[in-house]
């Protein structure tokens, strides 16, 4: 049979089609005469197969004749011989069996001894990797990942020194990388990661072939600090998502050929010290994010000349970003986020004309090195200055990066208005410019932003109206505006934008009407909105809330129309929440896919409450206190089994508090004082818990005793950002919260963004880059 190249480009890892294309296997088959199947091969596979249970064998060789005495075995599947000695010198066994089977040391496998290249990866091997796997002394190619393989790796590895590809990716090995790998000096693709390797990194500058080595989720624990200079033919060292410790390994630098360092997510500390580069640097990707790294940025950096991917994110850096940095022409994403620059931000940054991501946010910088000039050909595509401290007018430059996509300026101290000339920025899909103190209108640019999907402005000084051109945003799905100064009516115009999920008009000078009889309230998509304290007035119809059906739409995970932004090319992600909710766990899922909420209070409103409101049945919070609601409390609420927090406090309700809200069983908060309420409360769990002035102001009311007897401690309470304003508010737990602000970055940008959203789950995020 002849020897196939194609079959060893499984899963379509480049890089190793590439490396068989430069190592063969020894061409065999020039010679015409195709010998047969040694028996004691082929009895050697039978054994083997008799080995895994035959119902968890793959289809291929259940239902074909292969594997079957009476056929040649150098045609059965997966095999493949010598064509002159007729001995199996492949074994491609990949997603062979899905039993939990673990391979003996007596196994039929290792009387292969002539085998070159075996691939063992996803057949549900469980248990230790034998020592006889020492007997397969020809190997050159190896692939025993994604099984459950477990314990340290036997040391008679070291026995394979033909060894040039090894995979032991995603299994349960632990302890060291064996002394005895010290032998495989043709060793040139080594990939652990996915274990739960601790040490032996000593031996890595033995490994002389090494191209790609792949160490990262691991638990390594020690420090680099053998001298990797000697690795000549060294690719790419990847070791994020372990525990390295100790400094920079500056001698990886002095290695030529290498194109990509990935370190994050380790505890590599002190300063940055590149040590001696190699003059002919190719190193094209550093990252060593989430460390701990301090002092400065090492101007020496922009040695590095081909570096395209910085990321220094996510450590200590302080001082000024050295000039130096702008000589790195080829850069396409520079991210020193979360670190503690200050001073100016290099001006040569916006003539590059390859840059498409800076991410400067979360650090100190405090203006613009002057004069900005942005190229014609500027490629940027996202642009992230958020939490600085930059106290400048509005940069106009921003209008003319005609790729920009995503705009973050927020938690700074921008001052003057919002340009019109934003709408030459037509690329733009999310601006978030909260947390200045930008005044003036809104532009009325927004019907040249049609991919807007994310725009918040909240906590600003922005006067007028909301500009009518933002219903030509029709991908909108989230507006904020909280905490402005913006006078208009009801927007119900915006009712039309089918997937507007996120409403915030809170504290504004909003007034008049909610509802009127003449006008369709749209809101289809709505999973929070929050009106609260503004002047909205008026009575709300029963059937008010009956057309907000995604607030009682339940999705899977894979049904959510957001799984198009989860996938491969997501173009979501949540760069930050600011909703600071005290008591219940809150994580980024809960907040995407099922954090619904309504907060219509301190308006004027008056009337009932809509008895519609309990047909929201994913409804979590629901804050309508500090309007004018008279009636009773619509037993339909009880309805809402999801509910967490229930404020209807100072309004005008009267009557009992339906029995039926006892059975809440997710409601952790609950105000109802100061309202016309009497008899019985509840005396379950959750009524019993809540603190005594949740009722207070209602004379009527019994069955308190409990709770108004003891001082309750660590009652739940939702509080919102600035926690000091609604703390000093009030005595009394208030709830009040703001909006989970969900953005929208360039899809193409899928890995660094995806880092956004798991920053909290190490683990995610290393995933997903
Ligand atoms: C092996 O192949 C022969 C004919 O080629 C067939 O009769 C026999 O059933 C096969 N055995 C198995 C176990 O499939
Ligand atoms: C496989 O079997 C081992 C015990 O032999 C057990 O500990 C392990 O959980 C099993 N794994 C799976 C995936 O069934
Ligand atoms: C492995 O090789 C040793 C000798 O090197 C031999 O004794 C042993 O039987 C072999 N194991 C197997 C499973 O073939
Ligand atoms: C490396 O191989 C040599 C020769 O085969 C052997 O003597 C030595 O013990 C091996 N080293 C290790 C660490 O196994
Ligand atoms: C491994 O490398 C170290 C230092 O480079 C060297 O002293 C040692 O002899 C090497 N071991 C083998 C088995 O090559
Ligand atoms: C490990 O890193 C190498 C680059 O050296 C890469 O080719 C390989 O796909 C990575 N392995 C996994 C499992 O991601
Ligand atoms: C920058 O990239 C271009 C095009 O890929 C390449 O020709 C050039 O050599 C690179 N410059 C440096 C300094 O690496
Ligand atoms: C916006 O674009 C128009 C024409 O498309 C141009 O005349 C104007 O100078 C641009 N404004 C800015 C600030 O770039
Ligand atoms: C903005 O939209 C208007 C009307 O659609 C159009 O005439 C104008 O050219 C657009 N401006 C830019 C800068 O795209
Ligand atoms: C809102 O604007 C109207 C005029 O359009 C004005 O009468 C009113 O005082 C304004 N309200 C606030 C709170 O500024
Ligand atoms: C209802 O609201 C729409 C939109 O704000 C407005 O144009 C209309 O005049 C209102 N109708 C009544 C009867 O208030
Ligand atoms: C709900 O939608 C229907 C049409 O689908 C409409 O007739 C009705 O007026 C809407 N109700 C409210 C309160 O908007």
């Known amino acids: 049979m002849m020897i196939r190249s194609q079959p060893y480009c499984f899963r379509g890892i480049v890089t190793i089609c590439f490396f068989f294309f430069l190592h063969p296997l020894p061409n065999t088959f020039a010679s015409p005469t195709r010998s047969l199947c040694r028996h004691d091969q082929r009895d050697a596979l039978l054994e083997l197969k008799k080995e895994f249970p035959s119902h968890t064998l793959n289809d291929k060789l259940a239902t074909t004749l292969s594997w079957n005495k009476s056929v040649d075995c150098c045609s059965w599947w997966g095999v493949t011989c010598d064509d002159v000695l007729g001995q199996v010198i492949s074994l491609e066994l990949q997603s062979y069996s899905t039993a939990n089977t673990s391979l003996k040391a007596s196994s039929g496998l290792f009387k292969l001894q002539h085998l070159r290249h ?205 000039r130096s940095i702008s000589s790195l022409v080829n850069l396409t994403s520079l991210d020193l986020s979360y670190n503690k620059l200050e001073g100016q931000i290099p001006s040569l940054l916006w003539r590059s004309s390859t840059l498409w991501s800076l991410e400067l946010s979360h650090n100190m910088f405090s203006s613009f090195n002057k004069p900005v000039e942005v190229v014609d050909g500027a490629s940027l595509r996202e642009l992230r200055l958020g939490s600085n401290s930059l ?40 601006i978030r410019l909260q947390n200045n103190s930008l005044s003036g209108f809104l532009p009325e640019s927004f019907s040249n932003l049609t991919g807007l999907k994310s725009l918040d402005v909240s906590h600003n000084d922005l006067v007028g109206k909301l500009p009518r051109s933002l219903i030509h945003c029709k991908l909108m799905r ?93 173009h979501m992600y949540e760069d930050s929440i600011d909703l600071v909710y005290k008591g219940v766990e809150t994580d980024f899922k809960r907040i995407f896919q099922a954090f619904k909420a309504i907060d219509f209070s301190g308006n004027r409103f008056s009337g009932h409450i809509p008895g519609s409101i309990g047909e929201l049945n994913e409804l979590r919070f629901l804050n309508l206190s500090g309007n004018a609601f008279t009636g009773n409390i619509p037993p339909s609420l009880s309805n809402l089994a999801k509910l967490e927090a229930l404020d209807l406090s100072r309004n005008n309700l009267s009557g009992e508090i339906p029995q039926g809200l006892g059975k809440l069983s997710f409601l952790s908060y609950i105000n109802f004082s100061h309202n016309h309420l009497r008899g019985l409360v509840p005396q379950s769990t959750q009524f019993q818990s809540q603190k005594c002035s949740s009722f207070m102001g209602n004379s009527r009311l019994y069955g308190l005793e409990k709770m108004c007897n003891e001082n309750h401690v660590n009652v739940p309470v939702l509080t919102s950002q600035p926690l000091q304003e609604s703390l000093s508010d009030s005595k009394e737990p208030v709830l009040n919260w703001i909006v989970a602000a969900i953005a929208y970055g360039p899809g193409v940008f899928c890995g660094l963004v995806l880092g956004h959203i798991f920053t909290s789950h190490k683990h995610e995020w290393f995933i997903a880059r």
């Open 391 to 430: 106290q400048v007018p509005f940069p106009h430059w921003i209008c003319k990066l005609k790729d920009l996509s995503a705009l973050d300026l927020s938690n700074n101290q921008f001052t003057g208005s919002i340009p019109q000339c934003l709408k030459n920025a037509t690329s733009l899909t999310e």
């Open 478 to 570: 989230l507006l904020n505006v909280d905490g402005n100064k913006i006078n208009d009516t009801f927007p119900f115009w915006l009712g039309s934008l089918q997937i507007l999920k996120i409403l915030v008009l809170r504290s504004n000078a909003f007034h008049g009407p909610v509802y009127n009889t003449t006008t369709y309230l749209g809101f289809r998509g709505m999973r929070i909105i929050n009106i609260a304290n503004n002047n909205f007035v008026g009575s709300l119809p029963k059937d008010y809330f009956a057309n907000w059906t995604e607030m009682s739409i339940v999705w899977s995970n894979e049904d959510s129309p957001e799984s198009e932004y989860m996938g491969d090319d997501s």
């Open 118 to 322: 075996l691939d063992l990866s996803d057949c549900s091997l469980h248990g230790e990797i034998p020592s006889s796997i020492g007997n397969l002394s020809h190997l050159t190619y190896l692939d025993l990942s994604f099984n459950q393989f477990i314990g340290e790796v036997p040391p008679s590895i070291g026995n394979l020194n033909q060894l040039r590809y090894l995979s032991l990716w995603s299994n349960d090995l632990k302890g060291n990388i064996p002394t005895s790998m010290v032998n495989l000096t043709k060793l040139s693709d080594l990939d652990v990661k996915g274990n739960q390797f601790t040490g032996g990194v000593i031996i890595l500058a033995n490994l002389t072939s090494l191209s790609e080595l792949n160490l990262s989720y691991n638990n390594f624990n020690s420090s680099i600090s053998v001298d990797l200079s000697g690795l000549h033919n060294l690719k790419r060292f990847i070791g994020d998502g372990n525990s390295f410790f100790g400094p920079f390994p500056s001698s990886l630098l002095m290695i030529s050929s290498l194109r990509m360092i990935t370190l994050g997510g380790n505890q590599l500390e002190g300063p940055l010290d590149l040590g001696n580069m190699s003059s002919s640097s190719n190193l094209g990707s550093l990252d060593v994010s989430y460390n701990k790294f301090s002092g400065l940025i090492p101007p020496s950096i922009s040695k590095l000349h081909s570096l395209a991917v910085l990321d220094l994110s996510h450590n200590n850096f302080k001082g000024i970003v050295p």
